[in-house]
């Protein structure tokens, strides 16, 4: 497995969560990894990305001032914290890693390497 997701869970809005992502080197050294969410009956959807240095971070409107990424370099994992969830965060969570121009940033059509997902349930 070279990308591995944890975090998700049950949580009742408002809460808060902390998706992880642990890659091997491969998929992760000199990549952008993003997140990506799919709830049952929907597209996969763009949710954050982060540059292979960190230096620059890119959100959906959906999540922007609610979620964060950040990856650690040393340790190959990227986060995201997840903060006042709502119900319509619900969804399986998946990480995915891609040497990616910034234009593509949000399509999952250009990350070549993905994780299994965490699911991620808001109740209301």
């Known amino acids: 497995v070279q990308l591995q997701a944890s975090g998700g869970g049950l949580v009742q809005a408002g809460d808060s969560l902390r998706l992880s992502c642990a890659a091997s080197?491969?998929?992760?050294?000199?990549?952008?990894m993003a997140w990506f969410r799919q709830a049952p009956g929907k597209e996969r959807e763009f949710v954050a990305a982060?540059?292979?240095?960190?230096?620059?971070?890119y959100y959906s409107d959906s999540v922007k001032a609610r979620f964060t990424t950040s990856r650690d370099n040393a340790k190959s994992t990227v986060y995201l914290q997840m903060n006042s969830l709502k119900p319509e965060d619900t969804a399986l969570y998946y990480c995915a890693a891609g040497q990616v121009i910034v234009s593509a940033i949000r399509d999952p059509r250009a990350y070549n390497y993905w994780g299994q997902g965490t699911q991620v349930t808001v109740s209301s």
């Open positions: 982060i540059r292979w240095d960190g230096g620059y971070t």
């Open positions: 080197s491969t998929p992760f050294r000199g990549r952008a």
